[in-house]
């Protein structure tokens, strides 16, 4: 069976266009969505997914109006290809059901890894460039030598609890407790 599904991101746009091409496509059942495509839930994707049985076709009029990212767009035709559904995107004519459309579909998903690779090596290059430069990644500490050094006036006097230390400095106990060797008992 020939499963269509199509999807617009705008009310004011029109499902007709990708409805027409799917019915003309053999699909018996078509699924919709109105959604933007940043949305990671589509109820129509998923309605879709569940109702598509082993031997199934899953059709689309384009590629972006299955996936929102090239990433998604492998994990969503991975779940098919477990479940042994096929795919097929009419515009771009990927027929997953195809020795050739499988050898597309399994380029695109090299091609998504390569770009996660480059993307996470620019990544490691800047970091270790800044850190060459003597700069730091990370939140700023909390506690800056002059916070510390006002705690040791504040818990120097004993009628100052740990607790009005921490709202004057606007720190947490924990954060206190980790910069400072040993807080003397003393009334929270």
Known sequence: MRVGYARVSTPDQNLDLQRDALRQAGCDKVFQYLASGAQADRPGLNQAMEFVRPGDVLVVWKLDRLGRSLKHLIEVINRLQAGEVGFHSLQEAIDTTTTGGRL???????????????????????????????????????????????????????????????RTLNISRSTLYRHRAKVPDQPS
């Open 104 to 166: 597309v579909f399994h380029l695109f998903g090299a091609l998504a890894e390569f770009e996660r690779e480059l993307i996470r090596e620019r990544t490691q290059a800047g970091l270790k460039a800044a850190r060459a430069r003597g700069r730091k990644g990370g939140r700023p500490p909390t506690m800056t030598p002059k916070k510390k050094a006002m705690a040791e006036r504040l818990l120097a006097d004993p009628e100052t609890s740990v607790s009005e230390v921490c």
